[in-house]
């Protein structure tokens, strides 16, 4: 399974942005999907994480009612819509996609900056 992450960049605080992941590979056997974030000189965080059939979902405390995560699988794309986005978003964003199945298994982006101007 291959990722790749886009729709990073630069925004001024309060506004928005679409992160998009393309999955390619052997998607069938990728379960819960989401999206994770590191800043500079932090540790790697979950932001958001989707169920297989996108029927369940979590966020951070630190995201809620500001971003939205959602997946098409027909497509085999997730997405993250950020919302009222804060200079404390600023981190480079990975898509992460879970292996279905035994043993547990993550595949991963390469990654997409998203700054946050103030």
């Known amino acids: 399974v291959q990722l790749v992450e886009s729709g990073g960049g630069l925004v001024q605080a309060g506004g928005s942005l679409r992160l998009s992941c393309a999955a390619s590979?052997?998607?069938?056997?990728?379960?819960?999907m989401g999206w994770y974030r590191q800043a500079p000189g932090k540790k790697r965080e979950l932001v958001a994480r989707?169920?297989?059939?996108?029927?369940?979902?979590n966020y951070a405390d630190s995201v809620k009612g500001r971003f939205t995560i959602s997946r098409d699988n027909a497509k085999n794309t997730m997405y993250l819509q950020m919302n009222s986005l804060k200079p404390e978003d600023t981190a480079v964003y990975y898509c992460n996609a879970e292996r279905a199945g035994r043993p547990p298994y993550d595949w991963w982006g390469q990654g997409t900056q998203v700054t946050v101007s103030t």
């Open positions: 989707i169920s297989s059939g996108g029927g369940s979902t």
């Open positions: 590979g052997n998607t069938f056997s990728i379960n819960a």
